[in-house]
């Protein structure tokens, strides 16, 4: 990979691996569905992956960019996971190879992972450069994924991060940098140093670029450990490499709930406008307001059905945490106090669900009646004139029929009742 800026690059790592965590909505249904179109039970290698629409496809021929990503099934174990091998052929702007593995639990948990081999022709990669290179992974890796992901999954994603598809907008995903050894202006750091340099300016600087504000540190002989708020970056020797992907894949749940959060406080900001359309709006105003209603109801019940997939990954999220509860590791990162934050959220966000629907279905029972009330008006305007414009007609023809017949005395008598007649009905019926 091949990188031409000017850069102050002041921490380095050799020979990083990068992991980038995200949680999608699943159940096995979906899970199944995708290995299905996969073909992982037969272990397919190849599979052509592209985001590109067929317009033709009555067709024998579906024309492509002449790079194209490819996927190949690795693993395959039913209703738990699926492991690819990717590689990502999308055109960029610097030279690089990108091959990435690829796991995809049955609860959403979705693992995007590579060793950085070379930086510039050196197996010691700047956090600098490193920055780069991950905002690139993450872009190729949704854009990856999108393709492989059902309907339903895409437009969720496409509601929570409406503008991810678009240059300079991602999904947010947590980040994991692994690596044996550190330096610091090209010295090597003992682990016992690691944490003393690393975690004071200007070298904390970098570190942010990966992980975000540190929110937490810890250290042992063979092994140091900077979290951030959206990433963890650890030196040494990793034994506890099951714990480290359980607490990154809950740190990712925890993401996608806060935007989901935000996106359910924006739809009660949008609903607060709304209400006050509804108190003083025209009836034009309203059925504008209720076709946005109808529209939001659509996304807000689509989102509603999330929440029994993240119940689902809760699940599993506790069964594995289960197992490996008492490592040391998963204690240094308070894993326990996270995912009780986590169940916190969710009944905040059921709470949440149903007082927005309460306000919609409101709104809407609100709406219903002033626009029916409307109509109610208009028909009784449009009733007095029929009778109005009926009478006097009735009248005229009164008028010209009965001197015939009659004399100008009854003629005159015969074309009041006419007028009047009509209007006298009008009134009883309006009363009934």
Do not use: H
């Not at 990068?18 to 996969?38: C, G, H, K, T, V």
């Not at 050894?181 to 682990?191: G, H, R, T, Y």
């Not at 001197?403 to 019926?429: C, D, H, K, Q, R």
């Amino acid at each position: 990979m091949t990188i031409r800026d000017e850069l102050q690059q002041l921490v380095w790592l050799y020979k990083p691996r990068l992991f980038i965590y995200e949680w999608i909505p699943f159940d096995l249904n979906i899970f199944e569905e995708i290995a299905e179109e996969l073909e992982a039970k037969n272990r397919e290698k190849g599979i052509l992956i592209t985001d590109e629409v067929d317009n033709y496809p009555e067709k024998a021929i579906f024309l492509k960019s002449p790079v194209a990503s490819t996927v190949s099934v690795v693993e395959y174990r039913m209703n738990r996971l699926i492991r690819l091998e990717a590689f990502l052929g999308y055109p960029e702007v610097v030279e690089q190879v990108e091959k990435v593995g690829i796991e995809i639990r049955d609860y959403g948990g979705v693992i995007y992972g590579l060793e950085i081999e070379k930086v510039d022709g050196s197996e010691d990669g700047s956090l600098d450069k490193l920055a780069r290179i991950i905002f690139d992974v993450m872009e190729d890796t949704s854009r990856l994924m999108s393709s492989i992901l059902s309907l339903y999954q895409r437009r969720v994603l496409n509601i929570i991060y409406p503008e991810y598809k678009e240059e300079g907008f991602e999904r947010r995903k947590f980040i994991v940098v692994v690596a044996s050894k550190v330096k610091v202006s090209d010295k090597k750091l003992a682990m016992s140093d690691v944490l003393k340099i690393l975690l004071k300016e200007p070298y904390v600087n970098e570190i942010k670029q990966i992980i975000g504000p540190v929110i937490g540190f810890s250290q042992n002989d063979n092994l140091s450990v900077i979290n951030g708020s959206y990433g963890t970056l650890v030196i040494g020797d990793l034994n506890d490499k099951n714990a480290l992907s359980l607490y990154a894949s809950t740190k990712s749940l925890e993401m996608f709930l806060e935007d989901l959060l935000i996106n359910l406080w924006m739809v009660w900001e949008q609903l607060g406008e709304a209400r006050r359309i509804v108190t003083g709006g025209d009836v034009n105003e309203l059925k504008k307001v209720r076709v946005q209603l109808i529209n939001i109801l659509s996304d807000f019940t689509l989102l509603k059905s999330v929440m029994s997939s993240i119940s689902y990954t809760l699940n599993r999220i506790d069964n594995e945490y289960s197992t490996i509860k008492n490592i040391p590791f998963l204690e240094n990162l308070e894993f326990g106090k996270l995912f009780t934050a986590i169940k916190n959220r969710c009944r905040t966000i059921g709470d949440l669900f149903e007082s927005i629907e309460r306000e919609i279905d409101g709104l809407l029972m609100i709406i219903n009646t002033r626009i029916e009330e409307a109509l109610d008006r208009l028909n009784t305007l449009t009733f007095w004139l029929s009778i109005i414009f009926g009478s006097f007609g009735l009248g005229q023809l009164a008028v010209a029929i009965a001197p015939w017949f009659i004399g100008p005395v009854e003629s005159t008598i015969i074309t009041a009742l006419s007028i009047i007649i009509p209007v006298v009905l009008g009134l009883l019926y309006q009363k009934r």
